[in-house]
Structure formats: C-alpha cells, structure tokens
DNA sequence: AATTATTTTTAGATTAATCTAAATTACAGT
DNA sequence: ACTGTAATTTAGATTAATCTAAAAATAATT
C-alpha cells in the first residue's frame, strides 16, 4: 500500500524512465516531484524497502515489476480522470492535469472500474497519451515527432509531448488539435521551424520546439 | 486553508452539533472522527486558532460562521460526488459514502461548478440529504420520522438518518426506497414496532430502531 | 593521477497527525 | 461541602515527509 506522496515518486520515476533512461538520478527526481535532492534520497529508500524500485547507492533508482503496475494503476487513474473531466465536465484540455494530479489518488477499484465503463473504455488521454488498461496493458500506436517529417508527408496530430497549460494554450491559438490533418510545407534548414497546412486550410509557422513536442501518425 | 485531516474534523463536528447540541464535546468528536481523545484536543486548539471554531477549555466547541461556511462547501461536495457514483457510475446507495468521504476533498471549484451543473443541479443526495448550494444555503423540507406517525397517516420516504451500509442494505431488503409511498397499518405500542404498506403493495413490519432512521414526509 | 566540481547521501531539525500515560478539571451523588 | 468518577488536557513519543547544512562518493578536468 502506497501513500499519496509514494504514489507520486514512483508515477514521476516510471516516467523518467520512459524516456529511454533505465536508471533515474536522484536529481531528475527532485525536479519532477518539487523536493529536494535530499528527500529524494530518503524516499527511493524507502520504496526500494517497499520492493517498487530497486536502488543502488549513488547509482540511481528502476522500477520493479511489482512497482511498474503500481505505476501504471496511478497513470491508468489519472487519463480516465482526464477524459472525464474533458468530455463530460466541459474542461478543456490545459484545464485537467492539476484535478487529476488528485483524483488519481482515490482509492476504489469498483469506481475505476465503473468509471471506465461509463466512458467507454477510451484507450487516450485528452493529450493522446495511451490509457493503461485494468491489466496494466498498453496500446502503443507508432508515432513521430512533426520536427521529424520532411515537406510534402502528411499526417493526422495523434498526441502532444508536453501538455503544460502553457503549450496546450499555444496549440489552441495555432488552430492544432488531437485529429487535425497536417502536410508539412516548408521546413526552414537554419532553425528546424517548419510551414505547416492544418485541415488542408491553414498555413502557420511553427518553431522547432513546437514541432518536437507534437506528435503525429504518418500517412 | 485546511488540510484534509482538518476537513474531516471540522465536517464531523458540524454534523455533530446539527443534533442540537451546540457544544460538541471532545469524547463525541473523537468517537466521530476514529481517533482519541487526546488526538482531538490538540486539533480543536489548532482549528480554533484557524478561526474555523470557537473552543473554551472544558467546555467543548463551537463552529464559526466561517466554519460553517468551510464544512458547507466540503459537505456540498460530498454529496455531489454521491449523486454522480448513484446515478451516472451505478453504485448502489450503500456503496457510495466511502469513496464520497475521498472525492470531497479534492480542491477545484471549477471541478464543483461544472459537477453540479453535469448533475442538473440536485438539491438532495442518494440518502435524501439536501445538498447545500454554491453559496452554502440549504433547502431543507419539513420531514418526520416514520417512527412518529400514527396509524392511518400515509406520507412519501425522504431520507434515511443512517447512511451505513448496514442499515442501507437492510432497506433494500425491506424493499423500502426513497419515493416510495407508505401508509402506517399498525403500531405496536409495547416495543413501538410497526407494520407499513409500502406502494400500496406490499405489507412488511419494522422495528422502532428501524422506524426512527426513515424519515418521511406526512401527506 | 591529482584535483576540482558535481551529485548523492547522511545528520539533525521541523511540522502535522497520531498515540499512551499522567495530570488536571468538571460533575454527580452522597 | 466532599469525594470519587468521568471527561479533558498536557507531556512525551512516534511516524511520515520535508528541509538545510555537512560529509562522502562519483564524475570531470586539468
Ligand atoms: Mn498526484
Ligand atoms: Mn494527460
Ligand atoms: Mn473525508
Ligand atoms: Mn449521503
């Protein structure tokens, strides 16, 4: 049984690992969860006497078997939250990440159960990020970053890399959303900003930075 | 700004002191809210000093205007939340007190706003308990308990003072709802048992523990 | 290889919430 | 008014989660 707090150190050190880093440093941590370097150091020690993590001193944290469904319990929790809050609450999606960040904590499995149901088992987020299903089991789709595409391929937006309020309120301003159809136009050698044509109607410029953090499914 | 703990604190001393008693004692609070009486002391001086309740040694506390106002709006959202788990995810009414004293707790009045309004605005809960409004009024309806009425009175069920599943699981049993129609056939002046007709079908008899916790309102 | 610099861990404190045991106050029945 | 019981409060500990400052280990740079 993890408490709230373990909770969110473990969901942040299965995340970290996801990005190709094996072993979370305890700095990374830090980062992610808003403490210190040196809470950190106590905290992967008591999960690791909790059989979530395994930890070798200075050598940074992985998550267990045992750890990774836990994990992946909190994530499945915290995207069927945020399609709820979007599809039926009227959120908009730069609105639901902090109501999550609590509702994943609830403890019921029947209302996570019945939850899912009543939305119809969705298998994405309101960010396209994949929903765990009750097995812990994941639908990964093939996806590439649009800073990747070269002009003339085309595409449909599957998800977003970042979904700080601060991107998603730009991706709003641009016109880009889950399910728009793209066709790179242009893509400029000297900064990697690109041309882009949304819905076969728009054409806007976006910076390399934008273009990393969206993520698309090629035709 | 109150913590979780301190929410469940200063709801349970509400609800102790709508029983008419104005000064909630420390033994009454602690039974309440599963902890010792010693636990409790230190609490109320903390909540006293929050401003929340007015606490005189030995003398119990009280509940302030603005503590009234902050356990209003966790009630309101617990009641809420009970509605949403009964009527949109099938929990059965006895199910949803549990997971209801979770999700009152989460802080978002977005989140409360938009609830109620994907609720159509209910004005009681699963147990017929009024469920206060934004600005903390409560629409209460003279309602009496079916251990009061006489035989011949006829009335509709309202709401039931025990929410536990125990007693809950017992009115199904009983095949007693609320809304349903009752007529008071007999009562037995020795132990205040009773029979009742319910829906104008069927004839069950209930004890006067039982008659005390339905409350009904008289036609 | 030796010396910095960085990262990580430990030591020692702090705050919130709880407990047990002891001290105090209030209340009830003579 | 006195005395015994019950209720309440205080004292002192404990656990979880955090912090700052200092120590130790690792990594990077001459
Ligand atoms: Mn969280
Ligand atoms: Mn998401
Ligand atoms: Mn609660
Ligand atoms: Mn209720």
Do not use: C
């Not at 089991?137 to 937006?157: C, D, H, M, R, Y």
């Amino acid at each position: 049984m993890l408490s709230l707090v373990e909770e969110n150190y473990l969901k942040a050190i299965y995340h970290l690992s996801e990005g190709g880093h094996l072993q979370v440093s305890t700095n990374a941590l830090a980062e992610a969860v808003h403490t210190k370097p040196a809470s950190v150091s106590d905290m992967i020690q008591k999960l690791d006497r909790k059989g979530v993590i395994s930890y070798t001193k200075y050598q940074g944290v992985k998550v267990t078997d045992e750890g990774k469904e836990a994990a992946l319990k909190v994530i499945r929790k915290h995207r069927l939250w945020e399609v709820f809050l979007v599809k039926h609450l009227n959120f908009n999606w730069d609105q639901v990440h902090e109501v999550a960040e609590q509702l994943e904590h609830i403890r019921s499995p029947l209302l996570i159960e019945r939850l899912d149901a009543f939305l119809g088992h969705p298998n994405v987020d309101p960010h396209g990020d994949p929903i765990p299903d009750a097995t812990g089991a994941i639908n990964t789709k093939p996806q590439k970053q649009l800073q990747q595409l070269s002009p003339g391929s085309e595409g449909v937006i599957r998800a977003v890399k970042d979904s700080s309020p601060e991107f998603l309120q730009h991706m709003d301003k641009l016109g880009a959303y889950l399910g728009a159809q793209i066709k790179v136009m242009d893509k400029v050698a000297f900064d990697s900003s690109m041309k882009i044509r949304i819905d076969r109607a728009t054409t806007i410029f976006i910076s390399k930075e934008v273009a990393q953090n969206i993520l698309v499914q090629e035709n």
